[in-house]
């Protein structure tokens, strides 16, 4: 059976630990020729299989942790870069460990962290007591940071505009987290009066839509080092912690086996497919991170991508792409932990602290819900 190898699944299978044989990179190649050649249900498939990788279990075997997104951690590897250049995989681990634990646990096992860092800081020439001082403030800036340091910034074309859903969304973020950001770019309303940078919606293009949004966060990453996207049909409909805004989120795992048998109908689901083959050309992770939720952005990366892959001009759903290929490894799966409206409803209850709707619900009982549980004018209101 024929197996197509590219330059960087060969790459990537010299480079693991062990080169040449049956490791991840060449299991993720057996497994889509396979399943092309609808082969998917043979024993060898099954066996084959067993040599892919969860993206935790590749940094803790391979030594190979890629940055991670958000947290607790990732401020500390911000405010001492040179204290994880200089230590080993397992400090990178470290950092990971703290950004699952997020904010809250982080504030429990305080002492904790100090201990371990103090630990690796060992080998300096500092007194023992110089070190923990250092440390805890390092571990108190970073939590601090991490809690409450992401604007929220929404991409806004108001053509599209379903009545009044960008107010709602601003005024539900503002309810619990009076203090936030609030960024919007692209077009402003006139009731509008908070920091907002205008951009006009680029012209005829394939995939238009999809491409002056990306262009439109394009232009937030020039302006802050990191920001949590917003859209205007997703509203905070109870206080939450900053975790659930500053994870990635997905959910769903497309297996290959579902994309090849996929025939996508409009152009977002083209968006998508264009997205899964881009990473399964590259043994990467294929979560689904298009599920309409606040997605957390890495400015450096997020341009990165943009520089390598050239999205504006050939493009894939970038949400699919950007968390696949740099943060997967610290996605939490958000299906069952949001409410999302598809169909007019008889009442609505949400569940969790997010709810979403598709453009056709946005009048009925969705808009009655969102009067009453934001009838207050925000701070960015005129």
Not at 53 to 64: A, F, K, L
Not at 101 to 115: A, L, M, P, S
Not at 149 to 159: E, G, I, L, M, S
């Amino acid at each position: 059976m024929p197996i197509v190898v590219n330059s960087s699944g060969c790459e990537a299978c010299l480079a693991n630990p062990n080169p040449k044989q049956m490791n991840h990179p060449m299991a993720s190649m057996c497994v889509v020729a396979m399943i092309k050649a609808d082969r998917f249900r043979t024993p060898e498939y099954r066996e084959i299989s067993k040599h892919i990788q969860s993206p935790e279990e590749r940094c803790e075997n391979t030594g190979t942790c890629k940055e991670n997104a958000f947290g607790p951690g990732t401020e500390l590897k911000e405010i001492v870069p040179k204290f994880f250049e200089r230590g080993k995989c397992s400090c990178k681990s470290y950092a990971a460990k703290m950004d699952r634990w997020g904010v809250d646990e982080c504030e429990q096992r305080f002492e904790e962290i100090v201990d371990h860092l103090v630990k690796q800081a060992s080998g300096w020439a500092v007194p023992a007591f110089a070190s923990r001082v250092v440390a805890r403030r390092w571990l108190r800036m970073a939590i601090d940071n991490a809690k409450s340091d992401w604007p929220f910034v929404w991409a806004y074309y108001a053509k599209e505009a379903k009545g009044d859903e960008l107010r709602y969304s601003i005024r539900s973020l503002l309810k619990w987290k009076p203090d936030a950001r609030v960024i919007l770019i692209g077009d402003k309303p006139d009731w509008y009066g908070g920091e907002f940078y205008e951009k006009p919606r680029i012209g005829p293009t394939s995939f238009q839509a999809f491409k002056d949004c990306y262009s439109k966060l394009q232009m937030a990453a020039t302006i802050v080092d990191k920001f949590v996207w917003m859209m205007d049909d997703i509203y905070w409909v109870s206080d939450f912690k900053m975790y659930h805004a500053t994870s990635p989120k997905y959910v769903r795992h497309v297996t290959q086996e579902q994309f090849y048998n996929w025939k996508p109908k409009n152009a977002w689901a083209k968006t998508r497919a264009n997205a899964y083959s881009y990473l399964l050309e590259n043994s990467l992770p294929t979560y689904d991170f298009a599920g309409h939720l606040p997605q957390p952005i890495r400015s450096k990366t997020f341009l990165e991508m943009e520089d390598e892959l050239g999205l504006l001009e050939e493009y894939r759903n970038w949400e699919c792409i950007y968390f696949n290929k740099y943060y997967s490894q610290h996605a939490i799966p958000y299906a069952s932990k949001y409410t999302r409206v598809t169909k007019e409803p008889k009442r609505i209850s949400p569940k969790g602290v997010l709810l979403n709707h598709t453009s056709s619900t946005y009048g009925g009982m969705v808009r009655e819900y969102l009067e009453s549980a934001f009838p207050e004018k925000c701070a960015v209101e005129k």
